[in-house]
């Protein structure tokens, strides 16, 4: 089984190469970098990455993303971010995809107003991903279902993948939050991200079991076969309280799933979305 990270974030050393944006989310020194990243894959048997453009540190400026992406192009894949709301946003998507192998864009809300989900820059990037069979990654909260699942429905061919499963928590368990992001799942091209196991408990360390009961509905909701593990890549950074290795844990060991489940969620549904072929 070759298993796949599904959500990475890279960071540079050098920040004269790649500089950040103005008041960044830096990791802790020493991490973050692609050494880095290859020594937890190595430690945790992790063959394939998705490597996701780091908006906190970089905002729209994908250099280094794009630039890791084409040197590590035999198990990485990159997501991009741009500005939904820019002309040039789909054409330099395109380019991104054929020339370094940038094969997803994270769509987010815009940072201007109006303030929409489902607005003319996001059917752009929509109609972009249906001509060039590319990936979108929806990176919102669940006040925005209700637009996103406008697009599912007009676009029903475009692989769609909800980043943190819109962000839920231990604490959503029973909750409308919760329900909402279930509902989702009546759109066949909706795939979710369960990379919410460590930020969305409030166990101190693992196994977290109180976010348990989430995951498992969710992976009811959804099916193994449109749900992906990622590590939160560098965990000294985003989740602080788990290891890479833990973070993964949490689906061979501590969930209790079977293994095909197992076999579904950490390999052959993201291989099959994020490495076709």
Known sequence: MTIVDTHAHIYHPDEHLYPMCENPYRPPEGAGSIEHLRRNMAEAGVGRIVLVQTFSAYRWDNRLLADTARANRHDMVGVCNLHSGAADSPSEWARMAGEINVRGLRLE????????????????????????????????????????????????????????????????AGTAKLATVCALSVYNN????????????????????????????????????RCMWGSDFPCELWLQKATYVEHLRLFTEALGLTPAEQSAILSETPMRVWFPG
């Open 109 to 172: 809300v815009p940072h201007v107003e109006p303030r929409r989900y489902d607005q003319p820059g996001a059917e752009a990037l929509f109609e972009t991903a249906r001509r060039l069979g590319l990936v979108l990654c929806a990176h919102i909260g669940v006040e925005w279902a209700d637009e996103l699942a406008k697009l599912l429905e007009r676009y029903p061919d475009v692989p769609v993948v909800l980043d943190h499963s819109a962000y839920l928590s231990a604490a959503d």
């Open 190 to 225: 909706l795939h979710t991200k369960l990379t919410f196991g460590v930020t969305g408990s409030q166990d101190p360390g693992f196994p977290f079991a109180d976010v348990h009961p989430v995951i498992h509905q969710v992976i009811r909701a959804f099916g193994p076969d």
